[in-house]
Structure formats: structure tokens, C-alpha cells
């Protein structure tokens, strides 16, 4: 646990990112409110209708740096996943969005509904990145496993609905 001394603040550049510009900090929810701070980013990708494999190495790049900057803030402070880390909820909804397969109000609401189910439950193997895994991967990688498993169930209903 941090002291007062060495508590983390967002004028510290990886606490800055770490909680996704401040919205981790927010009391209540703050894995909730940081997949919906990511929402108007990937509405707004969605408009342009991109082909999804151009994001798969921003994500991996973006993924891979995530979990380095996490291992630091988490060493630094001496905590251990935090509930103000919501960048990994970030990247989670980025990957369930790589499965979306159209770009309608419900589309958003399916993927973000089932994230939020498997960030939550935590399926195994993320339940294991989550409890077994203390580097900042275990703290980043359990919500991009949850993002597939999102992304795979949303395909599943989307087919079932279209």
C-alpha cells in the first residue's frame, strides 16, 4: 500500500496514461468509466470504417508498452493492480471492437456490455493473468484475453440477430 508521500498523481506522466488522462481516478466504477472514456475514440474510428487489421499492431505495440509503463507505476507506488490502472480496459474494448461487424448504436452498446461481463468474471486464461501473474502484464493481459472473449461473443450474437 502507497503513503501520502508517495501516493500516485496524474502530473506523473505514467500514472497520467495509466489512468487514461485521469478517468481511472473517478471513485466509482472506474473500470466502467474507463471502457466508456475509450467509446467515442472507436465510435469515431468506426466512422471511418477502417479495415481492423491496421489496428492489431497499434494495439500490439500499444499493448506490449502498457504493460512495462503498469510494471513501473505499480513498482513505484507499491501497489498491485490498482483500480485506477484503466488502461487496460481501454485496450480491452479496443480489441472487442476489432470484432465489431457494423457500426450501430447497438453494435457499441453489445461490445461494451460484453467487455464489461468479461473484464468482470474473468474466464480463464484471464483469470489467471489476474491472480498469478504480478508483473504489469498480468495487469494488462487479463483484459485483452477478456476483450477476445467479448469480441467472439458478440460475433456469436451478432450473427444470431442479423
Not at 8 to 36: Q, Y
Request: glycine residues 8%.
Amino acid at each position: 500500500m502507497s503513503n501520502v508521500e508517495n501516493a500516485p498523481h496524474i502530473k506523473d506522466p505514467s500514472v497520467l496514461f495509466c489512468s487514461f488522462f485521469g478517468v481511472g481516478f473517478i471513485k466509482w466504477a472506474p473500470g466502467t468509466f474507463g471502457t466508456l472514456a475509450a467509446m467515442p475514440f472507436l465510435y469515431l474510428l468506426g466512422l471511418l470504417s477502417p479495415p481492423f487489421f491496421l489496428f492489431i499492431p497499434f494495439i500490439t505495440v500499444a499493448t506490449v508498452l502498457s504493460c512495462f509503463i503498469a510494471d513501473h507505476v505499480q513498482k513505484k507506488y507499491q501497489l498491485h493492480d490498482p483500480g485506477w490502472i484503466v488502461i487496460d480496459e481501454v485496450l480491452g474494448i479496443a480489441v472487442t471492437w476489432l470484432f465489431i461487424a457494423g457500426y450501430t448504436w447497438l453494435d457499441y452498446l453489445l461490445i461494451f456490455a460484453f467487455f464489461r461481463f468479461f473484464d468482470i468474471v474473468k474466464i480463464w486464461p484471464a483469470s489467471y493473468f489476474d491472480k498469478k501473474v504480478k508483473h504489469g502484464a498480468g495487469t494488462i493481459i487479463d483484459d485483452i484475453i477478456s476483450g477476445v472473449f467479448a469480441g467472439l461473443t458478440y460475433l456469436g450474437v451478432h450473427h444470431f440477430l442479423a
